[in-house]
């Protein structure tokens, strides 16, 4: 016989990610059973090494850090033939990462970095940059995309 419906009980909507919301609701856990987590060590030439928990380097196989430097050449997204462009990177369900909005250029320069966790078995995974124009009162228009097979990236 079949299931029947809960009532009240709504589905879960598209953009939802089980997975990443497990996963989040485990690092809570961690962090409240060993506040200390993990441990990042500094040495005196500006250098760090982070240590993370064993639960961290179960779930995930690593950290990828990525430094966004410029975009050439972008397409014009605005009515006074400019954009207002930002990237989003993502890891395939490990981690996100959006940089600053630069306004009306074609030629932006961000000189941002950021580290995002790798999920386990990366030699399937994408890094993906996507770059989008911002928009105030209509949805973002996507300029570009890149993938990068995390593979390439490995040594």
């Keep these: 016989a079949a299931a029947e419906p809960v009532v009240g009980v709504e589905p879960l909507p598209p953009h939802f990610d089980l997975d990443t919301s497990i996963l989040l609701a485990g690092f809570a856990f961690e962090a409240y059973l060993s506040p200390e987590g993990g441990l990042l060590d500094s040495d005196v ?72 966790y790798v999920r386990r078995d990366p030699k399937h995974q994408m890094l993906t940059i996507r770059v989008l124009d911002e928009d105030f009162l209509d ?12 593979k390439d990236l490995m040594a």
Excluded: H, M, N
């Excluded at 949805?139 to 995390?150: A, E, H, K, Q, T």
């Design 45 to 116: 030439r500006g250098g760090s090494t982070s240590y993370l928990s064993p639960f961290v380097r179960e779930v995930f196989a690593g950290v990828l850090e990525v430094t966004v430097v410029k975009g050439d050449g972008l397409p014009k997204a605005d009515t006074f033939g400019l954009s207002d462009p930002y990237c989003i990177l993502s890891t395939g369900g490990g981690s996100s990462f959006r940089t600053q909005t630069k306004r009306l250029t074609l030629s932006p320069r961000w000189d941002e970095t950021t580290r995002l």
């Design 139 to 150: 949805d973002d228009d996507l300029l570009g995309v890149i993938r990068v097979p995390l």
